[in-house]
């Protein structure tokens, strides 16, 4: 039996229904169907099977993030691939803002040097590859920087996620409506491509 | 004498000199030449503080968009100012992303509700009053959604900043250097407007 593996499953599986800090790591155990002391013995503290848990959510998603810009024939394709691989990761898993809150970007977040060594780096290559062949293509507008450009769609793309316990009551927005999910996902890609896309100069 | 703004003065220089983190209540109390039992008189415990903190900064930001947005003859110049004001204050006080991600984007942040109340409803009407009336006019493009064009906006805006514990080292970026922080503020710009403006569909 792979115990560790069934704690992460309980575990991802109560952060989403329940939401992280409403789950006990007793609940998990109990979920799980192992002996409470059994997630001490396999992650430490608590932090210990956020990390865990990241690892695996994230090593998933830099395999799609990979495959998709991989696959795709250009530039607006490898950025859409890039917000579908996301959004379908968050969808899934989404406990993944809030404990990339906690545990990379708070000081003090326990799981930032291997998100930076592990993850950060890897898909900060892919995608400024992409960028930079966009770019001196002549498809992206000259000029721009592809690492700030990185920062940019960063931004766009997880920030709803990120800010989603102050936009969800603020704007009343369905963020559990797979709908809305796409919409939204739609939004960012427009405002994202419209913003980067090499284009003759006509505004109205 | 102004105990309380002595404190909050004190807290703000000692915060963006060392970060949140590695300043003590204590010292705080030195730096302020206060007795350290006023912070706790003040301000409660350590989130009481920061509350405070955030409150008078915010407070200044929201004024300044609103004189900013204003202000602006079009849309574009109000999405610059708003930039402006936000980079003008984050440059004045670079623990508020820190703060923010604690107090009010953390779970359990006990600064979420009165920034909800207080801060983001206000601000959000100033903003999406403006992309209301940019739409309606033709400026900026039919069916944005007001809405999600000011989610874009925040996350190009504030991510940058919120994430700048992996970014800085990820990709040695010089956020201290002025230079760079207008060098961003004109990419964001840029992307944003490029993203939102209305325009005779010509990529090349």
């Known amino acids: 039996v792979d115990v560790r593996g069934a704690i992460l499953d309980a575990a991802s ?4 229904a329940r939401g992280v800090d409403a789950v006990s790591l007793r609940a ?7 002996s ?8 430490g503290d608590r932090s210990g099977l956020h990390a865990a848990l990241l ?4 090593g998933r998603v830099r395999a799609g993030l990979a495959a998709a810009v991989g696959g795709a024939s250009d530039g607006p394709s490898a950025v859409r691939g890039l917000l579908r691989t996301l959004g379908g990761a968050i969808a899934e898993a989404p406990w993944i803002p809030s404990l990339m809150l906690t545990e990379v970007l708070a000081d003090g977040g ?12 890897h898909v900060a290559d892919i995608v400024t590859t992409v960028f930079r062949r966009e770019i001196s293509g ?3 507008r000259a000029g721009l920087d592809p690492r700030l450009t990185l ?28 709908e809305f999910l796409r919409r939204l996902e739609e939004h960012t890609a427009q405002i994202f491509l419209e913003g980067v896309l090499a284009r003759e100069e006509t505004p109205r």
């Open 13 to 16: 599986e109560l952060f989403a």
């Open 151 to 178: 920062i940019s769609l960063l931004g766009l793309a997880v920030m709803p996620h990120l800010a989603r316990p102050v936009l969800e009551p603020l704007f009343g927005l369905p963020y559990d409506s797979s």
């Open 110 to 121: 326990h799981y930032r040097e291997r998100f930076r060594s592990t993850y950060a780096e």
């Open 138 to 140: 002549g498809r992206f």
């Open 36 to 43: 409470p002391a059994m997630v001490p013995y396999y992650f």
């Open 28 to 34: 998990i155990a109990r979920r799980a169907g192992v």
């Open 55 to 58: 690892e695996r959510a994230l």
